[in-house]
């Protein structure tokens, strides 16, 4: 019975190719799918045991390089491998050997594709002026620039391996590109204007920056918009292009605050005291340890208070830190023109009534007394 089953599964014949070589074909699928698939394993428990050590930064990009292997496509070469093994014609082998190109093409490329990533993110932390790395434009644009250059080398080493005159599809594609070019124009404004953020630096991720009527953190900056947190909480996105377009202050890179206030103080005041203000100002931004005192000066007679006009420089760039220094100034101020005698001016308006000459003064009241006819005869 075995010798029975033996003849009918080598002679028996299914699409062309006897039962015998299907079942061969199929036994090498498994054997090299299974061998592939634990050889990786091993390799990558191998290196897992290395990459305890210090200095294995070698191991770790190995392992992430070999973990984007794909199951799929190791399926499809151990298909090939027992498709191989089939009697097939010569045109069928000759595809079966140009799908062997695609298969290895595209796992190469996932490999590439991984390490290309890890190697452009290891860099810009590396470069990244912060502690924890949250992206940048540029890091953002070096990565699609790299896949983009990468999937496209890919793609025409395939079509080549396959038959098609790639010469030809490179000329179609770069008219095309001109067409679609021309379409997302907009598009193209706002990823050259984060080529430009990228590049020239006007702000970076954290940085806290006011554009126009618009003040917040810098959150995210991709390759069309910004993110920004606001002081409200609120989520503000917001074109690069527009962006490049504004002016933008970031606070982030103020150093020091320079600092200009004015105050008002009444017209009682006598030159001796005039000149002792300043002086006192000198004094009390000079007490201040976190303040720099540059000017304090009599500016100018106002309306109804005369003006005076003081320059100081924060040595701290925080705002919290500024209006502590601001409150501790104007605190001591007060004080100190409390004990001088002066005091500060606010909105007023002196009026004064002169009396009349006695002659107006006496026609107004005949005017007043006069008959009503005599008032008529005055009106005609």
Not at 6 to 13: A, H, M, P, S, V
Not at 121 to 127: I, P, V
Request: with cysteine; aromatic share 8%.
């Amino acid at each position: 019975m075995d010798l029975a089953f033996l003849t009918n599964i080598t002679q028996t014949e299914f699409l062309g190719i006897t039962l015998a070589n299907w079942c061969l074909a199929l036994g090498a699928i498994t054997l090299s799918f299974t061998v592939a698939r634990a050889g990786i394993g091993f390799v990558l428990k191998n290196l897992r045991r290395r990459a305890n050590r210090p200095d294995a930064h070698l191991s770790h990009i190995a392992i992430e390089v070999l973990s984007s292997t794909s199951n799929a496509l190791l399926l499809l070469g151990a298909v090939l491998i027992g498709v191989g093994i089939l009697d097939l014609p010569d045109r069928w082998a000759s595809r079966v050997s140009s799908l062997w190109f695609v298969v290895v093409a595209l796992q190469v490329g996932l490999w590439a594709n991984r390490a290309i990533a890890l190697a452009v993110l290891r860099y810009f932390k590396r470069h990244s002026r912060s502690e924890v790395y949250t992206g940048s434009a540029l890091g953002t644009l070096a990565l699609w620039g790299a896949k983009v250059l990468l999937w496209a080398v890919v793609a025409l080493a395939m079509l080549s391996n396959l038959g098609v005159n790639i010469t030809a599809f490179v000329a179609s594609l770069g008219v095309g590109g001109i067409a679609i070019a021309l379409a997302v124009q907009n598009i193209l404004g706002d990823v050259f204007a984060s080529l430009s953020i990228a590049v020239d630096k006007p702000f970076e991720v954290g940085d806290f920056i006011v554009v126009g009527a618009l003040a917040g953190t810098v959150e995210h900056v991709g390759l069309k918009t910004t993110r920004i947190r606001s002081l409200g909480g609120e989520q503000i996105v917001m074109a690069n292009a527009e962006m490049i377009g504004s002016t933008i202050q970031n606070y982030k890179r103020l150093q020091e605050r320079r600092i200009v206030f004015k105050f008002r103080l009444t017209y009682g005041c006598t030159p001796e005291q005039v000149k002792e203000v300043p002086r006192q100002v000198e004094r009390i931004i000079g007490e201040q340890k976190l303040a720099r005192f540059d000017r304090s000066h009599f500016l100018a007679f106002g309306e109804n208070a005369l003006e005076f006009e003081t320059v100081y420089i924060v040595l701290d760039p925080s705002y919290n830190v500024y209006m502590d220094v601001q409150q501790a100034i104007n605190v001591q101020m007060m004080e100190a023109f409390a004990d001088m005698g002066v005091e500060f001016a606010f909105p007023t308006r002196t009026l004064y009534v002169a009396s009349l000459p006695s002659t107006l003064e006496n026609q107004l009241q005949q005017r007043h007394t006069a008959p009503q006819g005599d008032a008529l005869r005055t009106v005609q």
